[in-house]
């Protein structure tokens, strides 16, 4: 039986693995080993910016192909160093999904290659750092230690990009058409043209048009798979900026502790659930520090016309309870290891009947169990008032009532202290976080004993539920 063709995975770096250009990192180490004078060309930042901004031009890459010769006599060690440097430099700009998405080829036996038209000798460095198979990338010539101002093989860039890469495959015996490839630039459509799996990422406006007319899917690195992007703006991001509590009329929001939620890297964000309303408190909240979070929501949500899509866009996270699936919380703890924030609701569900009114909240594992996956710390939000907005037993929220709209509490703790983290003390870590969740809700406005009114609201629409049955079974 004959062996399967093997594929692999080939990278851009600028705009692809990183937000945008390498050019002035590498340029300051080059400065820094007295390779290039100390003194910056004139233009230089204008010519990134607008890299940064379109992507590749042409005038830009025949620039690049006469700096071969400009770098004739470059003394080609203090170069490899000035490479060493800038990969340290640049690692921690590589955006956080593209090192998901290398993994995932990884597990699948795929060698990971970077193809760039960037110097080989600046660009190796960094590729071993990520731990790549090789590097494809321009050779410049050699003599006597020096660089004689011509090319070594190809000038790694469209065709050349192509060329470069076919050779590479044939001698490591790969099979482009098993093959996927991704990059940004309109003039690597040679490349992702010739393997069987292109990807978009972050395009330039031309190769946007490209996509779209191929049919090859888009992402973007620095996002949750699936998250779009409109002029480089995800869609949470965009509403984040213009979210304000004045424009919800019908509610008056108390919102504190805001400073409690991180301001950078990642942070299960755990509340309290009451009412449909409770992601927007939250994401008033969130606003505040200016950070998009991924939302655990339930499936249904999700298959629901408009609301579901929207979901998607906002990079929601699908729960399936009945499959028991462990896909929700692995999305979850992607999206911390990439240094978001993870937004759930431990109780799973907003609780009926006089459970609804319990001072003792009770959690679900997934809190404990995600944050003993991932480290990150878990900060308590506590939410009042969002069930007067939008009861249970309401198929909208109460938009009408801005004459005396009820009051929406939202507080955020400092982050749950005394968490063991371990499948032993599962029970106990959720204890733990319900408490600190318990201790933002205000005491004075807790219900002791509901009335039938209060909880027929607890209830979805139409639901018929027998008050005190409901008393006598708690």
């Keep these: 039986m004959p062996a399967m063709a093997r594929g692999a995975a080939f990278f851009d ?7 945008g250009a390498s050019g002035p990192i590498i340029s300051e180490c080059l400065r820094e080993a007295g390779v290039l004078g100390a003194t910056k060309v004139p233009g230089e930042g204008l010519v990134f910016g607008l890299f940064d901004l379109i992507g590749e031009t042409r005038p830009s890459m025949m620039l690049a192909r006469q700096g071969v010769r400009f770098a004739a006599g470059w003394n080609v060690e203090s170069v490899r160093q000035a490479g ?3 990969a340290e430099r640049l690692l921690p700009r590589i955006q956080p ?4 998405l290398m993994e995932d080829h990884r597990r699948a036996g795929r060698p990971i290659v970077m193809a760039t038209t960037t110097p080989y000798d600046v660009a190796a460095p960094l590729g071993r750092v990520l731990g790549l198979d090789d ?5 410049y010539g050699e003599d006597d230690g020096c660089y004689d101002g011509t090319v070594d093989g190809h000038f790694v860039w469209g065709r050349g990009k192509l060329a470069a890469v076919e050779d590479w495959a044939d001698e490591q015996d790969v099979d482009l058409a098993e093959s996927y490839a991704y990059s940004d630039s309109y003039y690597d459509q040679p490349l992702l043209g010739a ?20 049919g090859w899917p888009t992402v973007y690195l620095d996002v949750p798979p699936g998250v779009p992007k409109i002029a480089g703006v995800e869609p949470q991001k965009a509403l984040l900026a213009v979210a304000r509590p004045e424009f919800f009329a019908y509610a008056q929001f108390r919102i504190s502790g805001t400073d409690n939620i991180p301001s950078s890297g990642p942070a299960i964000i755990a509340g309290n659930h009451r009412s449909y309303f409770d992601t927007v408190a939250l994401s008033l909240a969130l606003g505040r520090r200016g950070r998009p979070a991924r939302f655990l929501g339930k499936k249904e949500v999700f298959e629901a016309p408009v609301v579901g899509n929207l979901a998607r866009a906002m990079g929601g996270i699908m729960v399936d309870r009945g499959s028991g699936s462990d896909e929700p919380l692995e999305a979850a703890a992607a999206a911390l290891d990439a240094g978001e924030l993870v937004v759930m609701m431990p109780q799973g569900t907003i609780p009926r009947g006089s459970a609804f009114f319990d001072p003792v909240l009770k959690g679900r594992p997934g809190v404990a169990r995600l944050a003993r996956m991932t480290g990150a710390p878990v900060v308590p939000a506590g939410l009042w008032g969002t069930d007067l907005v939008w009861p249970r037993n309401a198929r ?4 009408w009532n801005v004459l005396d709209p009820p009051e929406v509490f939202v507080r955020v703790g400092e982050s749950v202290s005394g968490l063991h983290r371990t499948e032993a003390h599962e029970q106990d870590d959720i204890a733990t976080v319900m408490a600190a969740i318990s201790r933002m809700i205000p005491e004075a406005d807790r219900v002791g004993d509901p009335t039938d009114e209060q909880l027929a609201r607890t209830f979805p629409p139409g639901f018929d539920h027998d008050p005190d049955a409901d008393r006598a079974a708690t």
């Design 84 to 86: 060493v440097a800038a």
């Design 396 to 399: 909208v929220p109460a938009v």
């Design 97 to 100: 999904f593209a090192l998901q």
């Design 135 to 139: 590097v494809i990338a321009t050779r």
């Design 195 to 214: 393997v069987g799996h292109p990807v978009v990422v972050n395009p330039d406006p031309r190769m946007r048009f490209m996509a779209l007319l191929r």
């Design 13 to 19: 770096l600028d705009r692809t693995l990183l937000p």
